[in-house]
């Protein structure tokens, strides 16, 4: 018999890994831009079997089944449209995308954290009025103390982000990548210029 059979029905590792699918609402928008909707190429499949969703684009590859050969799904769109949520959760990466991924002193990028802007432990809340962005330095820089008694100032005041607003700030930052039979659905909503 010719080479090991236990490797004959096996893939290279990861080989499929590559292939996810861009998932669109029932209205054609990506579900989230920031991260990006995607799901692996199984669940993509699985649900294309099930009729969950309709295929718009396709991969050249393809996987096997004892009775079928399904082209792998690389765009689809879900036949029940899915409410956005209006309400936008307290969450680290919401906070740092809300404030775009820069510290709300200096604003650097990179090494980000988040501050009180009133400590709490002169009574300030957790809450997205009161908490932003940071990078280390001018977090260790401020520490404890009022604003005012460092000399430091905010680049703009926290305020608690609208869910629309959010998700178009999530348009601001693409993945690293995009598969070209994604670009239609990702910005076709977005204003043209003149």
């Not at 919401?94 to 009180?116: K, P, S």
Request: hydrophobic share 40%; proline share 8%.
């Amino acid at each position: 018999m010719d080479g090991d059979f236990r490797t004959e029905f096996t893939r290279a590792p990861g080989a499929l890994k590559q292939h996810p699918a861009l998932v669109l609402n029932a209205d054609y928008r990506p579900l989230s831009y920031y991260p990006l909707s995607l799901w692996p190429w199984q669940e993509a499949v699985k649900a294309a079997w099930l009729d969950r969703v309709d295929i718009v684009a396709e991969y050249d590859e393809v996987v096997r089944s004892p009775s079928t050969v399904f082209r792998i799904p690389s765009v689809v769109v879900l036949k029940d449209y899915v409410k956005p949520q209006k309400r936008v959760a307290f969450t680290r990466f919401n906070l740092f995308l809300r404030d775009e991924f820069r510290c709300q002193y200096c604003g650097a990028r990179g090494d980000l954290t988040f501050d009180h802007v009133v400590p709490r432990a002169s009574g300030g809340v957790t809450s997205w009025q009161n908490v932003v962005a940071a990078c280390s330095p001018c977090n260790l820089k401020k520490g404890s103390k009022a604003l005012h008694r460092t000399g430091m100032a905010l680049r703009k005041p926290p305020r608690q982000p609208a869910a629309e607003e959010l998700r178009n700030m999530g348009r601001k930052f693409p993945p690293n990548h995009l598969h070209e039979a994604w670009m239609d659905f990702l910005y076709w909503d977005a204003e043209l210029e003149a």
